[in-house]
């Protein structure tokens, strides 16, 4: 006869709760349909989980008996929205759903592009100036 050893309970049972959360529809959302255009949700699924165990002997116990088992599982999830299908027609479009920057890094990256574009504007602006003041008049004689 084979011994089912406890941490496989542990393992199966963790891995069917992970599985009634996870399907294909948690990615791909329901459609929702609106004045002849579709949306259907896309989200990212980032998932994790662990379990162990020991097994122990205790003082008393006699060389017949198995041995004691400890052990504990635990999972956890996170979902987050990507993006949109949008379907209108024969057309369709991918809608990114950009997340707020997280860190000062990331803000300040994503605020480069601007200040870059105000700076080549003041530049071009001075540069226009000086050449403005450089030029002479063709009616004005000294």
Do not use: Y
């Amino acid at each position: 006869m084979e011994h089912n050893h406890p941490i496989n309970d542990l393992l199966g049972t963790t891995m069917e709760k992970i599985r009634t959360m996870v399907d294909a529809n948690t990615i791909i959302g329901q459609p929702i349909q609106a004045e002849g255009v579709t949306l259907i949700p896309v989200s990212k699924l980032s998932f994790g989980f662990a379990s162990g165990g020991s097994d122990f002997t205790t003082k008393n116990q006699k060389p017949t008996q198995a041995n004691t088992f400890g052990g504990g599982s635990g999972a956890g999830a996170k979902l987050e929205p990507v993006a949109f299908l949008i379907v209108k027609g024969e057309s369709v479009r991918l809608l990114p759903v950009a997340p707020p920057p997280g860190t000062t890094v990331d803000r300040v990256i994503e605020m480069v592009p601007d200040v870059m574009d105000k700076v080549t504007s003041f530049i071009e602006k001075q540069q226009e100036k000086k050449a403005a003041s450089h030029r002479v008049d063709p009616d004005v004689v000294e």
